[in-house]
T-cell receptor
Framework: KNQVEQSPQSLIILEGKNCTLQ??????????LRWYKQDTGRGPVSLTI?????NTKSNGRYTATLDADTKQSSLHITASQLSDSASYIC?????????????FGRGTQLTVWP | EADIYQTPRYLVIGTGKKITLECSQT?????MYWYQQDPGMELHLIHY???????EKGDLSSESTVSRIRTEHFPLTLESARPSHTSQYLC?????????????FGAGSRLTVL
């Protein structure tokens, strides 16, 4: 069983609408959690990284939240644009060091329609 | 724009051929990584390097090999390609360990073995 589970697997929304993507993890110990955006045919690009002590971080229209107690994170996208169509990947690290291992979710495929 | 480059972006070859996927970065990062990604699945680490002349196998068993003769260059080689090697290969780098810092990914090399 994957230690990072994302939901929904796919999502379709209309341009201008908001949406929230979920990430639940069982990775322990926990060091930090990242959200990446991966456009079709491209490599992932980092959106946010949060450590244990941070419970929210924003990057433009993207806002990530983290509840380390319940081991849940969410990525909220405000006023969606066509360019937001991509796969959003949640990644958890078990150690904040060179020895840290990364655990990847399978991603949520977001499609924004005009 | 990421300063990590992968070539070729797309490659279609026949079974039994030898192929090398190139990866170069201009950021001076010591740590470099190769991931394999299949559609709808999580990224899997297949090789990593913490510096020149240092290479290690990742979590996912792979028949590929890597070398790190120069800091900026981390090529991946398949001596005899098979259809099971069909996948997307992503190269990444970081200045600190993957656990501590975000990875910068290349655009990927999509390999199809007929």
């Amino acid at each position: 069983k994957n230690q990072v589970e994302q939901s929904p697997q796919s999502l379709i929304i209309l341009e201008g609408k908001n949406c929230t993507l979920q990430c639940n993890y069982t990775v322990s110990p926990f060091s930090n959690l990242r959200w990446y955006k991966q456009d079709t045919g491209r490599g992932p690009v980092s959106l946010t990284i949060m450590t244990f002590s941070e419970n929210t971080k924003s990057n433009g229209r993207y806002t990530a939240t983290l509840d380390a107690d319940t081991k849940q994170s969410s990525l909220h996208i405000t006023a969606s644009q066509l360019s937001d169509s991509a796969s959003y990947i949640c990644v958890v690290s078990d150690r904040g060091s060179t020895l840290g291992r990364l655990y990847f979710g399978r991603g949520t495929q977001l499609t924004v329609w005009p | 724009e990421a300063d990590i480059y992968q070539t070729p972006r797309y490659l279609v070859i026949g079974t039994g051929k030898k192929i090398t996927l190139e990866c170069s970065q201009t950021m001076g990062h010591d740590k470099m990584y190769w991931y394999q990604q299949d559609p709808g699945m999580e990224l899997h680490l297949i090789h990593y390097s913490y510096g020149v002349n240092s290479t290690e196998k990742g979590d996912l068993s792979s028949e590929s090999t890597v070398s790190r003769i120069r800091t900026e260059h981390f090529p991946l080689t398949l001596e005899s390609a098979r259809p099971s090697h069909t996948s997307q290969y992503l190269c990444a780098s970081s200045d600190a360990g993957a656990g501590a810092n975000v990875l910068t990914f290349g655009a990927g090399s999509r390999l199809t073995v007929l």
